[in-house]
């Protein structure tokens, strides 16, 4: 897969995201659908950019990255990074989130992603939907 192909179809699946995180129920499934929406809008950034040299290979964590290799995406990273910390807490259901909490993730993502896809110079596309489903704390 070519490298725009790999950014296109990283923003398609994060786009997807957001449109099941508005349909979720349930507060801890719209919180992570949300937060996996927002790591693949930074990843389709980061697989937009020319590879490293070889020599710069290992593991690195996408947040850390993309604030190091995007400045003016920074604070998004660092937002972000805190959701990302939590989300194996919110997974095994060691931590609950509140309806307002995953509403909030869900609308950063949202922007987020908007905002990724006009740095890629992509036209904006329409919104999303204006109402959420109601939820249950789960």
Known sequence: ?????TTLTLLERA?????????ATAT???????????MRAAA???AARPRPP?????????????GQSVPELHEWAELF???TAER?????ALVRV???EADDVLRAAEEFLCLVEVRLGLPRRESFPLRLAPTRTA
Not at 1 to 5: H, L
Not at 15 to 23: T, V
Not at 88 to 92: G, R
């Open 1 to 5: 897969m070519s490298q725009a192909a």
């Open 98 to 100: 509140s309806a307002r």
């Open 44 to 46: 389709a950034v980061l």
């Open 15 to 23: 786009r997807e995201g957001l449109l099941e995180s508005y349909a």
């Open 28 to 38: 801890s499934t719209r919180y992570l659908t949300a937060s996996l929406a927002a």
């Open 88 to 92: 194996v807490a919110v997974e095994t």
């Open 54 to 66: 070889s020599g710069s290979s290992g593991r690195h964590d996408l947040w850390q990255v993309l």
């Open 81 to 83: 990074e805190v959701v």
